[in-house]
Every structure is written in structure tokens, then in C-alpha cells.
T-cell receptor, first 113, second 110 residues
Framework: DAKTTQPTSMDCAEGRAANLPCNHSTISGNEYVYWYRQIHSQGPQYIIHGLKNNETNEMASLIITEDRKSSTLILPHATLRDTAVYYCIVRGGLGGSQGNLIFGKGTKLSVKP | NAGVTQTPKFRVLKTGQSMTLLCAQDMNHEYMYWYRQDPGMGLRLIHYSVGEGTTAKGEVPDGYNVSRLKKQNFLLGLESAAPSQTSVYFC?????????FGSGTRLTVV
């Protein structure tokens, strides 16, 4: 699985958009970008994933650069409840047969009032 | 609600004792996983299973054993607990669209 690089920590004001970057310069053509988050001591929670097109769901948007070497997770209106560690993970395919989720240290996002 | 259930949620063991952590999922997922998370670290994969009756080693398998006798259950065993195994343990299962994690088991070995 390709490695990812994320900033250690970020701050965001409540109500503003939170933009979390991730570099994955060695990503392969069949590898997806996944984002998970972990709110204090809870199990990680799936947010969104994408291959090469931008994706949006009720939680967030995922912007993947054209060369697929980096991506940005966008939380459009951050709330205090979005304070968490956000993990960017690259792995092949969608199903479990495509490799295991390998977690780095992620980005600790602090949303401040 | 459908999901992954871990038992127990908390446990304190003495060095050398044994215990089994249970993970159950009701989503009919083939793949199941055990991770550990130490303070300030990301999750590290201990063992995983790609189907009933199968197990495989992950990144940090030493000191642990696993069994997958039924598709819905994945057991993690510690035969002789050590203080280095003090951690939070997360179970997960995966289907076509991603992973679902349990709420964790906080284990302290004294």
C-alpha cells in the first residue's frame, strides 16, 4: 500500500470550512483514497473515499488532484463535534481482498469556538 | 443497529494471565481484523481473517492468537499477558464499501 503524508495537527474555527491535505505521491492507478476519523478513543469512522473524481457525501467532500498525488478532505462547516484525528489511507480496491487498512498518525483537527 | 460489537469494554489483567476478546459482526462480512492502538499512535494491525476458518498475521502479531470458527465472530487471545500489551484493541469488519469498527476494548496489564 502507498504511504501517505499528513500534517500532524490543524486548527479550524467553528462554522468555517476545514481543509485537510494529504500527499500520496506513490499511489498506484488502482488504489483508492480513503478518509477515516477517530473521535477521542472511539473506533475509527468511515468518512469518504474516491479513486480519481471528486466525491461528496453528507459528511464531507474529497478533492483529488488530476495527477492523484494529493487530495484534500473538506468539512464544509466544521463544528466542535468534528474535533478528531483524521486519517488519509490509500489502498487498492473497495473490498477486503484489496489489502488491509494501514493507519498512519493522521491529522489532529481541533475545531475552536 | 447493525455493526461490530466488542466484549469486554474494559479489562485489567495481571502479568501472565490469559484472556480472550470477542468481536461479533452482523453484516455478513467476510473480512475481519484486530488492531491495537497505543497512546499517540495510529492503529496497528495484529491479525486478520479473510473468511470463516482462516487467519493471517498482520503487522504486530507476536503474543496474540486468533480464531474465526464462525463467520460472524473473530476472537483475539492473549495466552500470557505482558505489560507491553496494555493498549486499546479495536475490531473491524469490511465489506464492499469500507470498514466498520467496534468501539474498542481498553486492556491494562499490571
Amino acid at each position: 500500500d502507498a504511504k501517505t503524508t499528513q500534517p500532524t495537527s490543524m486548527d479550524c474555527a467553528e462554522g468555517r470550512a476545514a481543509n485537510l491535505p494529504c500527499n500520496h505521491s506513490t499511489i498506484s492507478g488502482n488504489e483508492y483514497v480513503y478518509w477515516y476519523r477517530q473521535i477521542h478513543s472511539q473506533g475509527p469512522q468511515y468518512i469518504i473515499h474516491g479513486l480519481k473524481n471528486n466525491e461528496t457525501n453528507e459528511m464531507a467532500s474529497l478533492i483529488i488532484t488530476e495527477d492523484r498525488k494529493s487530495s484534500t478532505l473538506i468539512l464544509p462547516h466544521a463544528t466542535l463535534r468534528d474535533t478528531a484525528v483524521y486519517y488519509c489511507i490509500v489502498r487498492g480496491g473497495l473490498g477486503g481482498s484489496q489489502g488491509n487498512l494501514i493507519f498512519g498518525k493522521g491529522t489532529k483537527l481541533s475545531v475552536k469556538p | 443497529n447493525a455493526g461490530v460489537t466488542q466484549t469486554p469494554k474494559f479489562r485489567v489483567l495481571k502479568t501472565g494471565q490469559s484472556m480472550t476478546l470477542l468481536c461479533a459482526q452482523d453484516m455478513n462480512h467476510e473480512y475481519m481484523y484486530w488492531y491495537r492502538q497505543d497512546p499517540g499512535m495510529g492503529l496497528r494491525l495484529i491479525h486478520y481473517s479473510v473468511g470463516e476458518g482462516t487467519t493471517a498475521k498482520g503487522e504486530v502479531p507476536d503474543g496474540y492468537n486468533v480464531s474465526r470458527l464462525k463467520k460472524q465472530n473473530f476472537l483475539l487471545g492473549l495466552e500470557s499477558a505482558a505489560p507491553s500489551q496494555t493498549s486499546v484493541y479495536f475490531c473491524a469488519s469490511s465489506g464492499p464499501y469500507g470498514y466498520t469498527f467496534g468501539s474498542g476494548t481498553r486492556l491494562t496489564v499490571v
